[in-house]
């Protein structure tokens, strides 16, 4: 007989939090300029680490901006058997260096992310609408995925005004009215 013993086993079944947050609004709870839409995701289990972040923009449900990734952690083990690493590849377009590549090696808990922030802008001329949503997708390494929606209401179309009156006829052409106009 063989027998085998572990430690344990760590199940993660919970997906992360993502929490948006669009800048303050006017008066009028409307925008009428690009808006920026901070996002936080945060993975409670500190075990397995985000693996993505990405984010579209919808108009009137219509796409105007596509699924864009905001951070990606990928890991490819190496085929070669004699090996014990791969290639860990880290995209974080909020970060300084966007892309970090490591060759050789087995991901360790330093390289998790276990929490991302960063911003992202709606373009208002792309997105003239009162029924814009941006939604933001977060899987985790475990596969668990979350989503989160936020409705902006933007309105960039200057107002067209005209004013016309009901009496036209002034007296005799001097521009003053012997009558009420309304």
Do not use: C, M
């Amino acid at each position: 007989y063989i027998y085998l013993s572990s430690d344990g086993h760590i199940v993660d079944d919970k997906a992360s939090t993502i929490t948006l947050t669009p800048e303050s609004l006017d008066e009028n709870h409307i925008y009428n300029k690009d808006v920026n839409v901070g996002i936080k995701v945060t993975d409670s289990d500190v075990y397995s680490g985000i693996q993505s972040v990405t984010y579209r923009v919808l108009s009137d449900g219509k796409e105007t901006k596509s699924s864009t990734t905001l951070y990606s952690f990928e890991y490819t083990r190496d085929d070669n058997e004699n090996s014990n690493g791969g290639k860990l590849i880290i995209k974080d377009e909020s970060a300084t260096e966007k892309e970090v590549t490591k060759e050789g090696v087995v991901p360790t808990k330093a390289d998790l992310k276990n929490e991302w922030s960063g911003n992202i802008v709606v373009d208002s001329k792309a997105n003239n609408s009162s029924n814009v949503v941006v939604e933001v997708t977060a899987i985790d390494n475990a596969g668990n995925k979350s989503e989160e929606t936020i409705g902006l209401d933007i309105d960039v179309t200057n107002p067209d005004i005209s004013v016309s009156y009901d009496n036209n006829t002034d007296n005799g052409g001097n521009a003053y009215f012997n009558a009420n106009r309304t």
